[in-house]
């Protein structure tokens, strides 16, 4: 059954993928963006200023909130560190302060973007959504950005939060950067190279959320990640076997890493072993399970070209 969703962050590299199969698959799609386009049932806001047009809620079944600033595209300041916060949990309060506010809105499901950063660097330690909060920036700011979620139940909305791992997709996220050194000739792991790497396909991401949105008994926080966490080694040499590249014993040392990215070098060499069993049980089956399978889809041999070749 065709429904309305409301898409925050719909101009990301989740969101744009996500608009496009909902609206391939019949369903209408509202979007919030910081200044009016042309883009139709787009609607205007402000998290800054707590601003947002209540026209965006009219005749929606669910919002799926996806907005924040990206992590590590700058140094961790500590202004830069409230921004990546307070897109996050201030968006949040304003969408649900929008809702709570309304005496005519539909809308049944909160279906919110969070990170597996929630669990902070926890070594080979198998981590469900029961797994405690961890440890560091990027633990605290998931905590204090799904404590604002979690204020959506108060309004009797069923809400699903998912844990992000690394996207694989080629318009954007950590796959194309990881990708051009092994290109390049110089692939080698990042640190010791044993941190584990949660990882998914663009498509399941994006079929991720619309399940949580089509599946009523979806609650709560669930990993979004492939069932066979790899290592960032085993990533690399992934990469490098299919390029027809060589793989470097030669590892990128973690005190390079932290002098030329700073604390934000936490997000790459941090390890999360994180488990898919709660999403296997609530249904959810994967395009993609192996690595390998991704990676072909993504970068598919040529005609001019060998087998795995760019």
């Known amino acids: 059954m065709a429904k309305k969703i409301l898409i925050t962050g719909a101009s990301g590299l989740v969101g744009t993928a996500l608009k496009k199969q909902l609206l391939a698959q019949g369903n209408e799609v509202n979007t919030l963006s910081r200044r009016q386009t042309d883009e139709p049932n787009n609607y205007v806001w402000s998290v800054e200023k707590q601003e947002i047009d209540a026209n965006c809620l009219k005749g929606v079944d669910a919002v799926i909130h996806l ?3 990206p992590v590590v595209d700058k140094k961790w300041t500590e202004d830069r560190k409230k921004s990546i916060i307070d897109s996050r949990v201030q968006s949040t309060s304003l969408v649900l302060n929008a809702i709570k506010k309304s005496d005519s809105h539909q809308i ?7 990170a597996v950063g929630f669990y902070g660097d926890c070594g080979d330690e198998i981590l469900t959504e029961d797994t405690e909060v961890g440890y560091g920036f990027l633990a605290d700011c998931c905590k204090l950005w799904e404590n604002a ?3 959506a139940n108060k309004l009797g909305l069923r809400v699903v ?3 992000t791992g690394i996207v694989l997709s080629l318009k954007g996220g ?3 950067q990881l990708a051009t050194p092994v290109k390049l000739f110089v692939g080698a792991a990042l640190g010791t190279g044993k941190q584990w790497v949660p990882w998914l396909h663009i498509n399941d991401m994006v079929d991720m959320y619309i399940k949580a949105v089509e599946n009523p008994s979806m609650c709560g926080a669930y990993n979004a990640c492939a069932p066979y966490p790899i290592t960032n080694e085993t990533l690399t040499k992934a990469l490098a076997k299919h390029f027809h590249r060589p793989y470097w014993p030669i590892k990128v040392p973690e005190f390079l890493l932290k002098t030329l990215m700073g604390e934000r070098s936490d997000a790459i060499l941090m390890s999360s072993n994180t488990s898919a ?12 399970i192996k690595l390998e399978d991704a990676i072909r889809e993504l970068y598919p041999p040529t005609p001019a070209c060998p087998a795995g070749r760019p």
């Open 149 to 151: 979620v979690d204020e």
């Open 277 to 288: 069993q709660h999403i296997l049980d609530a249904g959810y089956q994967f395009q993609f």
């Open 161 to 163: 939060k998912l844990r």
């Open 67 to 69: 907005a924040g600033e």
């Open 174 to 176: 950590a796959l194309p």
């Open 108 to 114: 049944k499901s909160f279906i919110a973007a969070s």
